[in-house]
C-alpha cells in the first residue's frame, strides 16, 4: 500500500482487544497506525479487516478471551 496511512478508528474496545487501556495521544494512535498497517500487510488483509478484529475482539469479554467460564 502505498501512502498515508488510512485512518482507524482507536475506541475503549480496540484498545481493550490490544489490552492497552488509556491511549489516547497522538503517538499512541500514530502507532496504532504503523502496527494495524503492519499486520493487514503481512496477513495479505487490509488494516480496516485488522481494526474490525480488534473491535469484535474487544466486545468479547476478557475472561472469555482468555478461554474462562
Same mark, same amino acid.
Given at each position: 500500500?502505498?501512502? &498515508?496511512?488510512?485512518?482507524?478508528?482507536?475506541? !475503549?474496545?480496540?484498545? &481493550?482487544?490490544?489490552?492497552?487501556?488509556?491511549?489516547?495521544?497522538? &503517538?499512541?494512535?500514530?502507532?496504532?497506525?504503523?502496527? +494495524?498497517?503492519?499486520? +493487514?500487510?503481512?496477513?495479505?488483509?487490509?488494516?480496516?479487516?485488522?481494526?474490525?478484529?480488534?473491535?469484535?475482539?474487544?466486545?468479547?469479554?476478557?475472561?472469555? !478471551?482468555?478461554? &474462562?467460564?
Amino acid at each position: 500500500m502505498a501512502g &498515508r496511512p488510512w485512518a482507524l478508528i482507536l475506541d !475503549q474496545r480496540v484498545q &481493550r482487544a490490544l489490552r492497552l487501556p488509556g491511549l489516547g495521544s497522538h &503517538r499512541h494512535y500514530a502507532t496504532y497506525l504503523d502496527l +494495524a498497517h503492519q499486520a +493487514a500487510a503481512q496477513l495479505n488483509t487490509t488494516p480496516h479487516a485488522i481494526e474490525h478484529a480488534l473491535f469484535t475482539l474487544g466486545g468479547v469479554p476478557l475472561s472469555a !478471551q482468555q478461554g &474462562r467460564p
